[in-house]
Structures are given as structure tokens and as C-alpha cells.
T-cell receptor
Framework: NAGVTQTPKFRVLKTGQSMTLLCAQD?????MYWYRQDPGMGLRLIHY???????AKGEVPDGYNVSRLKKQNFLLGLESAAPSQTSVYFC??????????????FGEGSRLTVL | AQKITQTQPGMFVQEKEAVTLDCTYD???????LFWYKQPSSGEMIFLIY??????QNATEGRYSLNFQKARKSANLVISASQLGDSAMYFC?????????????????FGQGTILTVHP
């Protein structure tokens, strides 16, 4: 009954360090997403994937890379962290995105602080 | 480009009263979907309600209803009989599609959010 799981939940980085956020879902969903949430700006889409081996850029992709080597996992990488990347990151997944609801299921969020 | 606007940064309501949270959208897609999510102080995102652009009736889910006015491009959330547990951030979101290389990519675009506070 795990749903969408994000690791780590909290992380503090120094400017220039790299890290990877892992998102895992056990619902056999095709679509996976990475969003960032900042005060007053809602959730903004970083990257997303419509299936294993495919990724696409969202609204704010700069400074991030992603990979979807396995259907159940979606990794978000920061190669050289910057203070502007201090945020709460949410992973989400959905079975499909068509004429049905396409409801997103969210992870609990990962709070990243870049000093 | 798709855009979602929530013009109310914060709203206050008395317990047991009804409250309306505003959401307007802009899209050129003939088919789209509108969602509302709740984010309590604990941080998780909770799906509340969905409205498809071709749905003839306004969506309802328990105490939540979506006042969908297609011509005005608005999708307001109405919460009836507010409870203290309704205090949270509320996000409106719209599903849109991008076609690239013959593949349709769907995604949700979120508004800025409205903080609702329910007073006893």
C-alpha cells in the first residue's frame, strides 16, 4: 500500500554539490512527474515522463536532469546545486492522461535546502 | 500556453458556513480537465474533485462541488458546511496535452494556491 514514495525526505546541500532524488511508485503507472513547490508560486513542473525510457521538459527544467530507466522509478538529479533550487519537491504519477480523469497521485514531498 | 489563476491568496470562513475558492483558466485546447487538490499543513497533496470540459453537469464529491462556467473559463470550488479540518492550501489545476513526434504528452498545470482558514 506504498503508492508513491520519495527519498530522501529532507536534505541539506552546499552550493555546487550534486544529489539525486528518487521516486518510486508501485501502481504500474505510465506517467510520472517532478514538481517543485515554492511560496506564492504553486507547483511548477520540472520534468515528466510518459513511459519507461522517455522524458520531457516541463516549465522549469534548467539545472535538473531526470531518468526513467525502470517504469516504477523516476530520478531527479541536481548536478550542481544552487540556492535557487531550495524548494519542496513533489513526485507524482498517474495511470494515463487522456479523456478520463488522469488524477495524479503524489508522494509526500522532499524538502531540499541549498546553502 | 495554458494558465491557471487563483486570485485569492487567503480566505477566511466561519465553521459550518460555505466558501467559494476562485479559479480561472486559459487554454486553447478543445478538451481539457480541471482538478482541485488540498494540501494540509502536513504537506501531502490530496485529490478532491475533477471536472471534464465536456461534462454536462457540475462535479460533486460530498461537501465539495465544482462550479464550472465554461464560457467564463472559471472552475470555482465550493465547500459546504466548512469544518476546522478544511483549513489548508487549495490548488486548482488543469490538464493539458502537448503533441511531439506523434505522441501526446499530458500534464497538469497548477495555480498559485489559496490558503483557507476555518474559524470556530
Amino acid at each position: 500500500n506504498a503508492g508513491v514514495t520519495q527519498t530522501p525526505k529532507f536534505r541539506v546541500l552546499k552550493t555546487g554539490q550534486s544529489m539525486t532524488l528518487l521516486c518510486a511508485q508501485d501502481m504500474n503507472h505510465e506517467y510520472m512527474y517532478w514538481y517543485r513547490q515554492d511560496p506564492g508560486m504553486g507547483l511548477r513542473l520540472i520534468h515528466y515522463s510518459v513511459g519507461e525510457g522517455t522524458t520531457a521538459k516541463g516549465e522549469v527544467p534548467d539545472g535538473y536532469n531526470v531518468s526513467r530507466l525502470k517504469k516504477q522509478n523516476f530520478l531527479l538529479g541536481l548536478e550542481s546545486a544552487a540556492p535557487s533550487q531550495t524548494s519542496v519537491y513533489f513526485c507524482a504519477s498517474s495511470y494515463h492522461m487522456d479523456e478520463s480523469t488522469g488524477e495524479l497521485f503524489f508522494g509526500e514531498g522532499s524538502r531540499l535546502t541549498v546553502l | 500556453a495554458q494558465k491557471i489563476t487563483q486570485t485569492q491568496p487567503g480566505m477566511f470562513v466561519q465553521e459550518k458556513e460555505a466558501v467559494t475558492l476562485d479559479c480561472t483558466y486559459d487554454t486553447s485546447d478543445p478538451s481539457y480537465g480541471l482538478f482541485w487538490y488540498k494540501q494540509p499543513s502536513s504537506g501531502e497533496m490530496i485529490f478532491l474533485i475533477y471536472q471534464g470540459s465536456y461534462d454536462q453537469q457540475n462535479a460533486t464529491e460530498g461537501r465539495y462541488s465544482l462550479n464550472f462556467q465554461k464560457a467564463r473559463k472559471s472552475a470555482n470550488l465550493v465547500i459546504s458546511a466548512s469544518q476546522l479540518g478544511d483549513s489548508a492550501m487549495y490548488f486548482c489545476a488543469m490538464r493539458s496535452f502537448t503533441n511531439a513526434g506523434g505522441t501526446s504528452y499530458g500534464k497538469l498545470t497548477f495555480g498559485q494556491g489559496t490558503i483557507l482558514t476555518v474559524h470556530p
